[in-house]
Nanobody
Framework: QVQLVESGGGSVQAGGSLRLSCAAS????????MGWFHQAPGKEREGVAV???????SYADSVKGRFTISRDNAENTLYLQMNSLKAEDTGLYYC????????????????????WGQGTQVTVTS
């Protein structure tokens, strides 16, 4: 059974940092592409960060320079280091994955991903 489990969320003051983790399991030897998404209260889910097969990354404009995505391919684990957090970063953070037969491209499109974690809550207080 495919499973994505996020962890690392919490409550932090503005300017603080958090590190999110996402452990993927149940995929066997199938290659997956993974990314992080954010859903603020009352808003639609949107892409935050993605990493491709070569390790290149893409970020939403709102988090560039503050967030860093990384991946441990051997463990199928995805990370998101979040620094200089702002109140607008508050919300649920989801890890998402999609199967690929080859190269992982850097897509931040929600509909491109088929598997989702349950989300981890991040609350930034000012």
């Amino acid at each position: 059974q495919v499973q994505l489990v996020e962890s690392g969320g919490g409550s932090v003051q503005a300017g603080g940092s958090l590190r999110l983790s996402c452990a993927a399991s149940g995929y066997g030897t199938v290659r997956i592409c993974m990314g992080w998404f954010h859903q603020a209260p009352g808003k639609e889910r949107e892409g935050v960060a993605v990493i491709d097969s070569a390790g290149s990354t893409s970020y939403a404009d709102s988090v560039k320079g503050r967030f860093t995505i990384s991946r441990d391919n051997a463990e199928n684990t995805l990370y998101l280091q979040m620094n200089s957090l702002k109140a607008e970063d508050t919300g649920l953070y989801y890890c998402a994955a999609r199967l690929t037969l080859g190269y992982c491209t850097r897509t931040l499109t929600v509909s491109a991903y088929s598997d989702w974690g349950q989300g981890t809550q991040v609350t930034v207080t000012s």
